[in-house]
Each structure stands twice: as structure tokens, then as C-alpha cells.
């Protein structure tokens, strides 16, 4: 999907990422999800951006007061762990983004879907 297709966020994001490494978004399950070389390194749910982690990724997000992606299903919150938000200002400054989304990369590489 090009850049043009999507939506005003996440063509922003697109943009912001692809400054930091070649990246390619598409639909997935009522968001977008961005991949590296097929890698899937980044999603975007209801305007926000969450990174892939792995433990210890994840440890670093939540210090920086990330959290993980959740949704509501038969009445019962669900807490997906792979997944939490970016930092403050990392879907603003491409030198904010880049160490997080190089580390989400290494973190999906290490630990596939």
C-alpha cells in the first residue's frame, strides 16, 4: 500500500519511518502494520503506535511509561504483551523513533510471530 492510500497518521508515520529504514504498511485486523524486509516491527491501532518488544524491550517501554496494546472481548480486557505503545514524541521526531523502532525490529527478528 503506498503512502497516498493511507490514512493522514499513518501516512505521517509511514514518511517518519521510512526516513529511519524502508519500511511498508497495510491493513491488518482494523489497524495498520508496518514491516521492514517483511519483519512486522510496528502497528497502529486507533491512532496510536505501538512497537513490537520482546522481554526485554518491553521492560524499557514500560519504564518510560509505555503501555501495552489491549481490547475489550466478551466483556473481559485483554492484554497483548508483544506490543506497546512508543514513547512520548517518538511519532514526532524521527531521532526519538529510531532507536525504538531498530530495537522493535531486532526484538520481532529475535522472537517471530
Avoid: C, N
Avoid at 503512502?3 to 497495510?26: C, E, F, N, Q, R
Avoid at 508496518?34 to 520482546?54: E, M, W
Avoid at 504483551?81 to 520481532?108: F, K, M, N, Q, T
Amino acid at each position: 500500500m503506498t503512502a497516498k492510500a493511507l490514512p493522514a497518521y499513518v501516512a505521517h508515520l509511514h514518511d517518519l519511518m521510512t526516513s529511519i529504514m524502508p519500511v511498508s504498511a497495510s491493513r491488518m485486523f482494523g489497524g495498520h502494520v508496518f514491516r521492514a524486509d517483511g519483519t512486522l516491527i510496528a502497528s497502529v491501532i486507533k491512532d496510536q503506535l505501538y512497537l513490537r518488544v520482546d522481554e526485554a524491550l518491553r521492560a524499557e517501554l514500560k519504564a518510560q511509561g509505555s503501555r501495552p496494546f489491549t481490547y475489550q472481548r466478551s466483556g473481559r480486557e485483554i492484554i497483548v504483551e508483544r506490543w506497546y505503545s512508543a514513547p512520548e514524541g517518538a511519532d514526532e521526531d524521527p531521532d526519538i523513533l529510531r532507536p525504538w523502532l531498530e530495537r522493535a525490529l531486532a526484538a520481532s527478528l529475535a522472537e517471530p510471530e
